[in-house]
């Protein structure tokens, strides 16, 4: 159980959707980078997963949450690699690109988070989900 939650810019209104499918998922992580689109969240009883566009279809995954706080990195990019874009509402900053995945890897956090009120096991996140 859990919302979406993102900015439309058309319609100048923030858009809440209620218990999305995948396909609803799929469609928002595939909307960004077109438009104005570069990031949405999904409200759950467990907490917050922010999903933020990156360059190279990748995005930067946050969570906030019962079970702690941190970024979703990459295992296999180590410490100390190079570094991509990532697109905000006004800026452009630069990340490491071991802290953002591929969005078909924050497909399937969202719908595990989405189906199950938990993060999945066996990632490898920053912070206190570390």
Known sequence: ??????????KQADIEIPNPSADDLRNRINALGKG??????????????????????RVRVTFDGNEGVGILLDPSYPKGSREI???????????????TVTKETALEVCIYLLENGKLPSGLSWTGTLS
């Open 1 to 10: 159980m859990g919302k979406i939650r993102y900015f439309d810019y058309e």
């Open 85 to 99: 874009r990532v697109l905000g509402d006004t800026e452009v900053e630069t990340i490491p690109i071991r802290v």
């Open 36 to 57: 104005n689109d570069t990031f949405f969240g999904i409200s759950t009883p467990s907490g917050f997963l922010g999903i933020l566009e990156a360059s190279e279809g």
